[in-house]
Structures are given as C-alpha cells and as structure tokens.
T-cell receptor, first 113, second 115 residues
C-alpha cells in the first residue's frame, strides 16, 4: 500500500547550522507534498509545501526539494534557531482514485544553543 | 476567527462505552479529515470527507465511524471503544474543492484514554 518513510527520527544540530530531513514515498501518483511542524503540546501547522510539477521551493530559511524520479523529497532548514526545535512531519497526498494523506513518522529536531 | 474546534479536549472512558468526538470548522472548507497520533507512528488518517455526505476510509478506519451531514461538522464516532484506541486525535480541514492540494488546518486535538 501507500507509504511515506521519514528519516532521521531524531536530529540534533548546533544553533546556526543547517538541518535536513528526508522522506521517500511509494506511490508515483502522489502530487502534493506538505511539511508540518508540531511544537510540544500543539497542533501541526503547515510550514511549506510543494507540488509535483515543481522541483524546489524556498521560503526564507526553509526550502523543500522534490525528486520525482527517485520519489524523494527533503526539508532544508538553514541558520537554525532554538525556536526551530519541534517535530517535523512530511506527507504525501495520493490522488490516484482516493484523496488520502499519508504522513511520515516524524523527526524530532533539537537545536542546541 | 477562522478555526477548527474539537470537543472534548480530554476524555477518559471505559471499554465498550460509545463516544463521539465533535469537530467543527467555520471556514467553509470542503475537505475534512480525522487523524490519530501515536508515538513513533506519526499521524495516521482514519477517515476523510470530500464534501457533505461523501466520506471515505483512510489508512486506519477500523473501529471508527464518521458522518458529514453538514459542511461544517465532521464527528468521529467510536461505537465500542477499546484500549488500543487510546490516542491523540486531530481533526483537520482544507479548502480544496476537488483535490486536497491546500493547507490542512488542524484542530487542537482530543486526548482519549480507554480503560
């Protein structure tokens, strides 16, 4: 069935360094890939998304890249700050006859001051 | 204020006692969805709805029911809860008319414990 694998499960970086989180999806019909950030005790919130007809998208310190051939997409955070510490989830939307969302298992990012 | 609300926020119940978690959005969104969040498993979709009277199964629908009689409401029903349904539940909605390409807005979550 459809699946999204996310790595790593935990990531610690020094403040100011970059962080990269990678996801792989199984269904080649997927065409929408959002990233959500969940702070402790809070609800998930969208931070960036990309559609299958785009290879890269940037929003200030955050960028997402998509490789449709390899079925990979990645989140890049540059110049990390303590407030970037949270759990990050990738997701893929499958539209081959259904309209499901499949989320990855999450990455706990810790930015060390 | 545009928002997704869920009630109750916390619930402790016993095995077999039927319960309903309500979800409501005031943004006129077409697409609504229920997720459960468990440690190490991320967010797993239970059911979703493309519009009024249209619902479909997500990845983990067993033991749950939903209904979409009105556009703004999407209740989650556990007819006979079991301890393995102890979890954090999120309702979400998005604008999309036909395909869910838009941002999902999540409710605050409902922490359910089934004894």
């Amino acid at each position: 069935g459809e699946n999204v694998e996310q790595h790593p499960s935990t990531l610690s970086v020094q403040e100011g360094d970059s962080a990269v989180i990678k996801c792989t999806y199984s269904d080649s019909a997927s065409n929408y890939f959002p990233w959500y950030k969940q702070e402790l005790g809070k609800r998930p919130q969208l931070i960036i998304d990309i559609r299958s007809n785009v290879g890269e998208k940037k929003d200030q310190r955050i960028a997402v890249t998509l490789n449709k051939t390899a079925k990979h997409f990645s989140l890049h955070i540059t110049e990390t700050q303590p407030e970037d510490s949270a759990v990050y989830f990738c997701a893929a939307s499958f539209t081959s006859g259904t309209y499901k969302y499949i989320f990855g298992t999450g990455t706990r990012l810790k930015v060390l001051a | 204020e545009a928002q997704v609300t869920q009630n109750p926020r916390y619930l402790i119940t016993v095995t077999g006692k039927k319960l309903t978690v309500t979800c409501s959005q005031n943004m006129n969104h077409e697409y609504m969805s229920w997720y459960r969040q468990d440690p190490g498993l991320g967010l797993r979709q239970i059911y979703y709805s493309m519009n009024v009277e249209v619902t479909d199964k997500g990845d983990v629908p067993e033991g749950y029911k939903v209904s979409r009689k009105e556009k703004r409401n999407f209740p989650l029903i556990l007819e006979s809860p079991s301890p393995n349904q102890t979890s954090l539940y999120f309702c979400a909605s998005s604008l999309s008319r036909n395909v869910p390409y838009n941002e999902q807005f999540f409710g605050p979550g409902t922490r359910l414990t089934v004894l």
